[in-house]
């Protein structure tokens, strides 16, 4: 009966390993974190370079799986929802214990969480529930001198870096820059590759294909790139028909739409229009534009301060605004051009939601939480 029993349990354990790397690579990553404890093969599986980029072209091709997460000045969330639904429950991250980070930028599975003067900063993995504390700089303490920060990674060496921008209050007095590379011995190091005159807008950056982009000013309204493998910046300017107003700027928002760069100008939105310039080759610096149009139907059923908060897109290409005093997440497809909205359930109310973040599962993410 034992030998019996021995050949059952050496037949069940006889799947080859392509079949089984094929189906893990479609699991989630909160359930590849249980099964790495079985064997050393499940463990070695979600450290093996082939297989992550396989488990991450999974997530990224599956767009109902995207998850969200939302900030508010009350605290940071999880989003669970599904696209067949219009409604869509909360969970606030608890392991932060009490901090509220009002900035928040999201790069291939993590989060940094950062403010202009609060510490630590934080890398948080919403797959593992992990947050790892970031040192800080040693001179920054200076209480003239406002901290900004950008999150990069660059795909072909697999690092993640941080890119801190000091802005004095006093104009006059030199602005600098400092890099953090997440990993072993992490730590600042100061750069110089910032042109003089450059100037970037205090708002949220962009990370696409190894580079972050931020609007600024160089001379003119541009468009900034900072290529986080090499560290250095590089001056995109924009479309020929631009109108360099200098408080149109304000309007810019960047979104990633399917691998390219997005530069939303929201300066025709009161006439119920968005303006998409996409960047389609850095070389040329070739814009293709599109116009978002709302329906008369979807502006009734929303107040249009909805634009007050956009900072997201989703892998198929929808891009995704909060409805900042309804709480509601809209989505615009921007091939079929349609909208749909659903409702953040479950919140208590006081709380307004000012920032609303996609993202997928990612094994590499892991190895940095």
């Known amino acids: 009966m034992e030998n019996e029993k021995s050949k059952s349990n050496s037949r069940k354990s006889s799947i080859p390993e392509d079949i089984i790397c094929d189906i893990f690579s479609r699991l989630p990553v909160k359930s590849l974190m249980r099964f790495k404890c079985l064997s050393k093969f499940y463990n070695y599986l979600t450290l093996d370079p082939s297989f992550i980029d396989i488990h991450h072209n999974h997530s990224i091709s599956h767009s109902h799986k995207t998850k969200f997460l939302a900030c508010s000045w009350d605290g940071i969330y999880t989003i669970d929802h599904k696209v067949e639904h219009k409604e869509a429950t909360v969970l606030r991250i608890e392991e932060l214990d009490g901090i509220k980070y009002p900035r928040v930028d999201y790069v291939n599975g993590l ?5 202009t ?8 993995n919403p797959a593992t529930r992990i947050v790892k504390y970031l040192p800080s700089l040693n001179s920054i303490d200076d209480e003239f001198t406002m901290y900004y920060y950008s999150f990069g990674f660059e795909p072909d060496e697999k690092k993640y870096k941080i890119l ?8 006059n007095s030199p602005k600098r820059q400092w890099v953090l590379t997440l990993g072993p011995g992490e730590s600042w190091r100061e750069i110089k590759s910032a042109p003089c005159s450059l100037f970037v807008l205090l708002r949220a950056g962009v990370c696409i294909e190894g580079a972050i982009y931020f609007v600024g000013t160089h001379d003119k309204t541009c468009i900034v790139a900072f290529n986080v493998r090499t560290e250095n910046f590089r001056i995109i300017s924009l479309w020929n028909d631009v109108i360099d107003v200098p408080t149109r700027k304000f309007n810019y928002e960047l979104v990633e739409v399917k691998g390219k760069l997005g530069v939303v100008d929201r300066t025709r939105w009161k006439e119920g229009k968005l303006d998409l310039r996409i960047l389609q080759n850095c070389g040329t610096e070739e814009w293709l534009k599109q116009t978002i149009v709302f329906s008369e139907a979807f502006c009734s059923s929303l107040a249009m301060d909805f634009l007050g908060c956009f900072l997201s897109s989703t892998p198929d290409g929808e891009i995704v605004f909060i409805a900042l005093e309804q709480n509601w997440i809209v989505f615009y497809d921007l091939k079929k051009k349609s909208w749909r909205e659903i409702k953040i359930t479950e919140l208590a109310e006081n709380v307004e939601i000012t920032g609303i973040y996609s993202h997928i599962d990612s094994l590499l993410s892991c190895i940095y939480c």
């Open 111 to 115: 989060f940094f969480l950062w403010s």
């Open 164 to 171: 801190m921008s000091s802005v004095p209050l006093d104009m």
């Open 117 to 124: 003067k609060m510490h630590p900063l934080a890398i948080y």
